[in-house]
């Protein structure tokens, strides 16, 4: 593959691009990968690997992309912290002027700390927010409380008066519209743990607004996650609005619509160069429903963000076989990118280096990790590579770090933003004193 084919089918320019490299032997024409101005090969020299590398670049084009989509509604894009929850990453966003999503106390704090403005662009989601995190929440004059239950709105309103402070609260609906994505991260059917059946909406609303230091102000959804059919937000959007219209009937006050995250990245083909496009029919799905109710939309992307803009940099251990079946033990494992593990999910791989005469072969990636489950790809064909050769992982800048763990007592990933030729290391790689130092 000549390296321009090579640039065309990541196609992910300004973030991920190949260029000819210099240390090609003998002849041989080979490129390598660069995360924008900046040698991948020489970020994992320096860096150690397994590395996460994300672009920054990327991560603010694509912000202004999805913004720019709902430019016909008052919008706001509150980023869902739990996709990538680094510091940098949410300090990037917010000098940008993106909101955010959080779910727990410390995703708050995490948001109070890139940026004290940011508080009044917050919502707070989840299912089970304790009292200490609510009385958080209202300390900092966040923007909105989306409450999934009865009692999570009685213990909304007792630590909004306990605080003498109005909690700004809209309820989280489920509507009960199916979205093809895996079930572990389906939300919206009635059979999930998430929000009130829309059926009870009404006569929660009304419970609501009859409780001190309770201001009704908005209705959420959020139907699941990486849905690439837009047809499930218009269903889902639909029903809010028909929502809005009865709980305004009711003589509520309704001024936003939270439409929730969710769309989907394209994991298995190159992401369609044109994310513009695909955020103009995600925000007509979304919109259309919406457009003469007179509402303020707040959307909670998170995937469509930062997914595309973070590459897992690993290094080949040993290469195996086992009766003819081919494995590459790389140094990154289920620990340090669980998706796979955890989902089944497909991540493209490819060599940092490539050589286009190098043949091809099926292997397993895997990692070092005691687990069967432990594998990035299987049956995966690729060009051969060597002990010792870097391969990038894709799209791994949402749910990547953020799920990693220290299973088998293995430190996690350093993490660096690069922005241009300028790189910066926004985690440090943990030590195994880190690992041991709250243990007794
Ligand atoms: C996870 C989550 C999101 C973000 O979903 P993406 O698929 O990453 O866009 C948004 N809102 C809520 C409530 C979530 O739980």
Redesign the pocket.
């Known amino acids: 593959m000549s390296p321009e084919t090579q640039a065309a089918t990541i196609g992910r320019p300004p973030g991920f691009v190949f260029r000819n490299s210099n240390s090609g032997r003998s002849g041989v024409h080979v490129s390598e990968l660069y995360c924008e101005g900046v040698s991948v090969a020489a970020l994992a020299k320096r860096y150690g690997t397994p590395l996460y590398v994300y672009s920054g670049s990327m991560i603010r084009e694509r912000y202004e992309t999805f913004d720019h989509a709902f430019r016909d509604l008052p919008h706001t894009v509150c980023y869902?912290v739990?996709?990538n929850s680094n510091l940098s990453i949410l300090r990037l966003l917010a000098k940008v002027g993106c909101g955010f999503?959080v779910?727990s106390g410390g995703e708050l704090l995490r948001v109070l700390a890139a940026g004290r403005r940011a508080a009044k662009r917050v919502v707070f989601?989840g299912v089970g927010k304790t009292q200490e995190e609510l009385r958080a929440a209202l300390k900092a004059g966040i923007l909105l409380f989306n409450v999934e239950s009865e009692s999570e709105l009685s213990a909304v309103a007792a630590c909004a008066q306990g605080s003498r402070k109005n909690a700004p609260v809209a309820l989280r609906v489920n509507p009960d519209v199916a979205a093809e994505t895996h079930p572990y991260i389906s939300t919206g059917l009635r059979q999930h743990k998430f929000g009130v059946p829309l059926r009870e909406a009404r006569f929660l609303y009304a419970k609501a607004a009859g409780m001190p230091y309770l201001s009704v102000r908005g209705v959420s959804v959020?139907i699941g996650?990486?849905i690439t059919d837009v047809a499930p937000f218009r269903d889902a959007l639909s029903r809010v609005a028909e929502l809005v219209r009865e709980l305004r009937r009711d003589g509520h006050q309704i001024d936003y619509v939270d439409a929730?995250?969710?769309?989907g990245i394209a994991y298995d083909k190159p992401e369609p160069s044109d994310f513009s496009r695909c955020a103009a029919s995600y925000a007509q799905a979304i919109t259309e429903p919406l457009r003469s109710l007179g509402v303020r939309l707040l959307l909670?992307?998170?995937?469509?963000i930062l997914g595309p803009a973070g590459v897992l940099i690993t290094s080949v251990i040993y290469e195996k076989a086992n009766d003819g079946k081919r494995f590459l033990v790389v140094d990154a494992a289920m620990n340090d990118l669980l998706r796979p593990a955890l989902y089944g999910a497909y991540h493209e791989i490819i060599p940092v280096r490539s050589n286009p005469v190098a043949r091809s072969q099926v292997v397993d990636v895997v990692g070092p990790v005691c687990e069967t489950g432990d594998f990035l790809a299987r049956d995966r064909e690729l060009p051969e590579v060597k002990e010792r050769d870097l391969l990038a992982v894709l799209d791994t800048g949402?749910y990547g770090m953020v799920l990693a763990s220290n299973y088998n007592t293995r430190p996690r990933p350093a993490e660096v933003l690069v922005t241009g030729k300028s790189v910066r290391v926004i985690r440090r790689r943990e030590k195994i004193s880190d690992l041991l130092r709250l243990e007794l």
């Open positions: 869902s739990k996709a999503d779910v989601s959020h996650s990486q929730g995250g969710g769309l909670e992307p998170g995937r469509s949402a």
